[in-house]
């Protein structure tokens, strides 16, 4: 009795199993043609089975690719190209909602299969690419935007430049130097709005306004005294003087031509003095004070009094030496050197042809002072 090992028929005598075919005096692992299947029997399933138990089918191994996808592709869905397979390009569809490391299975895609085995898949890999890290820390939260402060400022205009309107250089008290127009018709105590003349803006934000109000006001005339050194009047130049008006300190800078003359008069028709108000400005011209004079000058306004008691005395008790009789001698000598100097002065710096003389009796009209 021996068993076949195809269909597992029992058999007594015969070496070739009649259900199936099996030859049991064949090395069918020598020769695994020699059992082929060539009769429609009921053997012949049974053939295939035994076929297949000695060369089992094989199934492709699976292929693996990554690709990588911005967060808006990844959030709205999109189609991209992964690259080709056996030369054939791939069109891949990633849909919505894909997170960073899913995994798309293409079938069938992969390495091919042996003996009948099913073909291998492809397994696509998909990165979602994180956004660029900012300057500094990352994720450091944005300040919001902030507009720049205002800046403020007074000018003073004439009535006429009012009427008319003109243009001004303003330095408002932040800093900073601005060219602004002032409209025509303007009102005293307007204010002016100038957008984006202000502090600048921080974290991208506007700059700020420059506000200007406007004060017009009628001019006041003064007439200073301006004390020049020879070669200043020569030459010209530029000259800052300081004077008293109305119990307040005034100062401004004059340009003095050259050539001017002692005693000469000029006129300003309009000079802006350092607190930003118009003047109507006659300034005369002197020769520079001298040292000794000075001393003559103290001495005659300290002895006027004292003389002047002196010379009353005198003249009801009879002229006798006494101090108040020095005091008198005191005021007349100092009276008498301020006297020659002026007469020196006038001889020497003021004017000298006819047409010097006729310039200190009118006043020289000057440009407008900037």
């Known amino acids: 009795m021996w068993k076949c090992p195809v269909c597992d028929q029992e058999n007594n005598v015969a ?36 076929q297949e138990k000695q060369n089992p089918p094989v199934n492709g191994r699976n292929r693996k690719r990554t690709v990588t996808v911005t967060q808006e592709q990844a959030a709205q869905g999109c189609r991209i190209t992964a690259g080709y397979v056996d030369g054939q390009r791939l069109e891949l569809t990633v849909p919505a909602g894909t997170k960073d490391g899913s995994v798309l299975r293409c079938r069938g895609m992969g390495q091919p299969g042996s003996n009948g085995g099913r073909n291998g898949d492809l397994l696509v890999t998909v990165r979602v690419q994180e956004p660029p890290e900012p300057d500094g820390l990352y994720d450091a939260p944005k300040d919001p935007p902030v507009k720049g402060g205002d800046l403020r400022a007074t000018v003073y205009i004439t009535p006429d ?17 601005h060219q602004v127009t002032i409209p025509g018709g303007c009102m005293d105590g307007k204010k002016l709005r100038y957008t984006g003349l202000g502090q600048p803006g921080r974290n991208g934000g506007k700059n700020g306004d420059l506000l200007v109000t406007v004060r017009v006001q009628k001019l006041e005339k003064v007439t200073p ?59 005369v011209v002197e020769a ?13 306004v300290v002895s006027a009094l004292p003389a002047l008691v002196a010379l009353l005395t005198c003249l009801y008790d009879g002229f006798s030496f006494s101090t108040g009789l020095a005091w008198i001698i005191a005021f007349v000598v100092s009276f008498i050197i301020v006297m020659i100097d ?21 006043p020289r009209e000057m440009p407008p002072q900037r």
């Open 225 to 283: 005294q301006v004390s020049l050194k020879s070669v200043e009047a020569a030459q010209g130049c530029r000259k800052s003087i300081s004077f008293k008006h109305n119990g307040k300190k005034v100062s401004m800078a004059l340009s003095i031509p050259a050539g001017v003359v002692y005693g000469e008069k000029l006129h300003y028709p309009r000079v802006r003095a350092d607190d930003g108000i118009l003047y109507d400005v006659t300034a």
């Open 161 to 177: 430049q009012a009427a008319r309107g003109c243009q001004l250089r303003v330095t408002p008290s932040g800093g900073g130097t």
């Open 342 to 362: 002026d007469s020196m002065d006038k001889k020497k710096y003021g004017p000298k042809t006819p047409e010097e003389k006729e310039r200190c009796q009118t």
């Open 288 to 300: 520079p004070p001298n040292f000794f004079v000075s001393l003559a000058y103290i001495a005659l």
């Open 15 to 50: 070496t070739v199993c009649p259900r199936c075919g099996y030859d049991r005096t064949c090395d069918y692992e020598q020769y695994p043609t020699a059992f082929a299947v060539t009769t429609a029997t009921p053997t012949r399933t049974l053939r295939r089975q035994w």
